[in-house]
């Protein structure tokens, strides 16, 4: 939200007046020391752009409408958002007017079918036609994400990695934190929707959690065995923290993911996921979001703050 925006510049101008603050090393008894990870993803996200630019077509305005002409032979209906140069969405109508050869048809560019052949299913050529609406219904009315989710490239992915007191687990009130490693990066594998895209996301910390933990074994000490290092390290609790609703509850309450969830290669990650967390005894925490749940104090509202409180799931 915009506060997040004015509280997170806020804090780079007071690190660039300030360059001798940074990352404090908390001190942590080694027999409560722990390691967690927060992970977070978007989907869609990033990159950005249009669908069609480059060609042949062109926008012409009137003091009615916007018209786009269509120079080269398509397939698809036109929508106003897909080319640069076009129209304002809200400021339009939602109704559009394509006209080729065989005739004038009226359709609805807003919807979840907006994008989709022409009803005849051949290529066609003429103009698609919007008329300008100062309608206040439409004005106010949000556009479908179906469209802003095609003109979107790809979808990104991240991980902070913490050492905590283990009284954060279960207690309330602040717990000693110490930020030891993190990352934002675009998701490698697309993504069919967000909880594809929190599971990726997920996967990829835990990797990162791993190793920490091993490294960690290693400095207090502990004789390793390669082929089930998992079962040792299993009485060093950790967590993975998400603020994905539909990601904690298919970890957590579906026993069958593969029956529940259509998209199977995102089955498979959540299958690997559970197993991975029985194996090493860790539990995935899941922190409210403040677009889920407004009306919840605000500690519990900002997830950037996930890391000092100890009220997680």
């Given at each position: ?10 804090v780079?101008?007071e690190?660039?007046k300030?360059p001798?603050?940074g990352?404090?090393?908390?001190p942590?008894p080694?027999?409560r020391?722990?390691?967690?990870v927060?992970?977070d993803?978007s ?5 950005g752009?249009?669908l069609e630019?480059?060609n042949?077509d ?5 003091d009615t409408?916007?018209?786009r002409?269509?120079l080269?032979?398509r397939?698809?209906l ?7 140069g ?14 080729t050869d065989s005739?004038?048809h ?6 979840k ?15 698609t ?8 219904e ?5 556009i ?14 991240g991980?902070l990695?913490v050492?905590y007191d283990s009284n954060l687990e279960?207690?309330d ?9 993190w990352?934002s ?17 997920m996967l ?11 490294l960690m074994a290693e400095i207090?000490?502990k004789?390793?065995n390669?082929?089930?290092?998992e ?9 993975a923290?998400?603020?994905s609703r539909?990601?904690?509850?298919t970890i957590?309450k579906?026993?069958?993911?593969s029956a529940h969830?259509d ?13 991975d967390l029985e ?14 749940e ?9 997830c950037w ?8 799931l």
């Open positions: 939200m915009v506060k997040d925006l004015v509280e997170a510049n806020g780079a101008e690190l660039k300030r001798e603050l990352i404090v090393v908390q942590i080694m027999n020391l722990r390691v967690g927060i992970t993803a989907w869609g996200n990033a990159g752009g249009f630019e480059g042949k062109y926008w012409e305005e009137t409408s916007w018209i002409h269509h080269l032979p397939r698809l036109f929508h106003p958002g897909a080319a640069p076009g129209p304002d969405l809200h400021r339009i109508s939602r109704q559009c007017l394509t006209t005739g004038l009226k359709d609805k560019w807003d919807d079918d907006g994008i989709r052949e022409h009803e005849e299913g051949t290529t066609w050529r003429g103009t036609t919007f008329l300008k609406s100062n309608v206040e439409e004005i106010n009315r949000p479908n994400e179906r469209f802003m989710q095609l003109a979107k490239k790809h979808n990104q992915g991980y990695l050492y279960t207690e009130g602040l717990s000693n934190i110490t930020i030891a490693s990352k990066y675009r998701l490698k594998r697309c993504t069919m929707n967000t909880l594809s895209a929190e599971s990726q996301s990829q910390g835990i990797g990162n959690l791993h190793w920490h933990r091993f207090i000490t004789d390793l390669i082929d089930n290092w079962t040792q390290l299993k009485d060093q609790p950790c967590i923290v998400t603020d539909s990601l904690y509850d957590n579906c026993r069958n993911t969830i998209d199977k290669r995102t089955a498979i990650d959540l299958t690997i996921l559970k197993g194996k090493i005894g860790g539990q995935v925490r899941w922190v409210f979001n403040q677009k889920d407004p009306e919840l104090p605000s500690q519990n509202q900002e703050k996930m890391v000092t409180y100890g009220n997680w």
